[in-house]
């Protein structure tokens, strides 16, 4: 670590973020639909299918930012006893995460996010099947996610609600949504969010 250029993580953030953006598009575009595949096999509904997967993002998130906090919190400790002047401590915790982001445990958080989707009383009662089925996306979503908290300033997927006021700067509009409608019946993929501004839309489902 000592030799490694103080303040790295942060020369490098403007390349990581434009790699990680790509990768939540490319996330949407592939995994998300290989995900709904193979849910329809066991269920005919497409909207417990779209809740499942936006569900499955939401949980992924969560659950990848609260590894990160743990891990940072242990590799500052560690850190912390023989630090150097060179550059802050912060910065040196920051750097050694993003060269070892194999320390974070993605299979723990795959099965705390399965075990939140099975207690989630959206999508729970009752369970047309295992949410195990979809353990390539919510893999993915984890280590993205986990991966957007090392940027500066880190990205966040924005807090949605059923029923809110459909944000024309928030979400695109499913294909089978009623245009008229003012407010979200359904999220179907999270926006994310950089200092409580869109950078990538998600997408909702609009009806009367």
């Not at 497409?46 to 590894?67: C, D, G, L, P, W």
């Amino acid at each position: 670590l000592r030799s490694c250029s103080p303040g790295w993580a942060k020369r490098t953030n403007a390349s990581r973020r434009s790699s990680l953006v790509a990768r939540y598009g490319d996330i949407y575009a592939q995994e998300r639909m290989d995900a709904e595949a193979l849910l329809r096999i066991y269920i005919s509904d497409m909207e417990t299918v779209q809740r499942i997967i936006y569900i499955a993002a939401v949980e992924s998130f969560h659950t990848a930012k609260m590894a990160y906090r743990q891990l940072k919190i242990r590799v500052r400790e560690t850190l912390s006893l023989g630090h150097s002047e060179l550059a802050s401590l912060e910065d040196a915790v920051l750097d050694y995460i993003v060269r070892h982001e194999d320390l974070y445990d993605v299979q723990a958080s795959i099965n705390e996010v399965i075990r939140a989707m099975k207690i989630n009383p959206v999508i729970s009662f009752p369970p047309e099947t295992d949410f195990f089925v979809i353990s390539t996306l919510i893999r993915e979503l984890c280590l993205v996610a986990f991966s957007m908290q090392t940027l500066v300033p880190p990205l966040d997927i924005a807090f949605s609600a059923d029923g809110e006021l459909f944000s024309e700067n928030k979400y695109h509009r499913s294909f089978d949504s009623d245009f008229t409608a003012a407010f979200v019946a359904y999220h179907v993929w999270p926006a994310l969010m950089e200092n409580d501004i869109v950078i990538v839309k998600g997408e909702a489902v609009t009806k009367r």
